[in-house]
């Protein structure tokens, strides 16, 4: 080649590289004004031979977007025999990208049948904090189980002590079976004395809403202790949304069917965004199907349900 045609193919790079979107470039060493992993880290849905983990990049969590710039940024996973990751049996790469607020959902096989396995993200130069999940027993095996049920953690109106026991426990499993958040605003309960933090903003309505009450629970460190302890399977009920909502018609009449599915919209994609599970992709986020089932050996199947996008209306 020669050298004229050269530069000019450079050129003819350069221009093009120009003119890529920034939500389409990929970087694979970012570097971050802050710690990125600020969410923790958490798994969910398990198989007897998988499960998923869970993190998302937000070095200031209570920022639009997270504190993140547009663009995709690489994240290596590691799943380890140990906790020093001295024995790492499986690893790989993922892309956290913009459009999904940089959150990470992996969904990782191979794995032994009724088994305890330590896990960890990395982006640039930092590491997430390190958990543990399990595995299921193998089909028909009659194994013991010892799992948790939390549901309507009202950030508001109390501290979480009840996930630091739950972090004490040797629990196999955690259930929670919805009103993960609460979309009320900061000032809609100043006349009860029993609120012990508040909200950050008014009552949640957009996807970047949607987004900042997630990451103020899961700012929480006893709730991100207890995710980090052992696999979680989540499903969720009215607050994820909006208060006593049925189908497609909110609590304030005066929205129409067009608001309520894009305020459902908004909030499925968030709360599919901050939850490790392992669900099928939907056409429209306001119709993101959820029901799934788990066994645990031959002992236990549970079945996980949507009580709120397929209901009727209530008469009262």
């Known amino acids: 080649m020669r050298r004229r045609e050269f530069v000019a193919d450079l050129a003819g790079v350069a221009a093009l590289?120009?003119?890529?979107?920034?939500?389409?470039?990929?970087?694979f060493r970012p570097r971050f004004a802050d710690e990125p992993f600020t969410l923790g880290v958490a798994s969910g849905d398990p198989a007897p031979t998988g499960v998923v983990i869970w993190t998302r990049l937000a070095p200031r969590p209570l920022e639009p977007d997270g504190g993140m710039t547009a663009g995709r940024v690489v994240v290596t996973w590691e799943v380890a025999d140990d906790e020093g990751f001295r024995r790492i049996v499986k690893q790989g790469r993922a892309t956290a990208a913009f459009e999904l607020s940089h959150s990470i959902h992996v969904d990782v096989d191979g794995l032994a049948p009724d088994r305890w396995y330590f896990y960890r993200f990395r982006a640039g130069d930092a590491t997430s904090p390190v958990?543990?999940?399990?595995?299921?027993?193998?089909?028909?095996?009659?194994?013991?189980?010892?799992?948790?049920?939390?549901?309507?953690?009202?950030?508001?109106?109390?501290?979480?002590?009840?996930?630091?026991?739950?972090?004490?426990?040797?629990?196999?499993?955690?259930?929670?079976?919805?009103?993960?958040?609460y979309e009320y605003s900061e000032t809609q309960f100043v006349?009860?004395?029993?609120?012990?933090?508040?909200?950050?903003?008014?009552?949640?309505?957009?996807?970047?809403?949607?987004?900042?009450?997630?990451?103020?629970?899961?700012?929480?460190?006893?709730?991100?202790?207890?995710?980090?302890?052992?696999?979680?399977v989540v499903t969720w009920d009215d607050h994820e949304v909006d208060n006593n909502y049925a189908t497609s018609i909110g609590e304030n009449e005066m929205e129409s069917e067009e608001q309520v599915r894009a305020r459902r919209a908004a909030g499925y994609q968030?709360?599919?965004?901050?939850?490790?599970?392992?669900?099928?992709?939907?056409?429209?986020?306001?119709?993101?199907?959820?029901?799934?089932?788990?066994?645990?050996?031959?002992l236990a199947r549970f079945w996980v349900l949507d009580t709120r996008q397929y209901r009727s209306d209530q008469p009262c």
């Open 191 to 232: 006349p009860n004395q029993n609120r012990i933090r508040p909200h950050v903003g008014l009552e949640i309505r957009t996807l970047d809403d949607y987004r900042r009450r997630y990451a103020q629970y899961k700012s929480d460190p006893l709730l991100q202790m207890a995710h980090a302890r052992c696999p979680w």
């Open 270 to 298: 968030a709360w599919w965004e901050h939850q490790p599970v392992r669900v099928p992709r939907a056409r429209s986020w306001a119709d993101l199907s959820i029901t799934r089932a788990l066994d645990w050996g031959s």
């Open 131 to 181: 958990g543990r999940l399990r595995t299921t027993p193998a089909t028909g095996a009659a194994t013991p189980l010892r799992f948790a049920v939390a549901s309507c953690q009202h950030y508001e109106f109390g501290h979480y002590t009840a996930y630091r026991h739950m972090a004490a426990e040797e629990l196999d499993l955690v259930t929670h079976l919805g009103d993960y958040i």
């Open 17 to 27: 590289c120009a003119v890529v979107p920034n939500d389409w470039r990929v970087t």
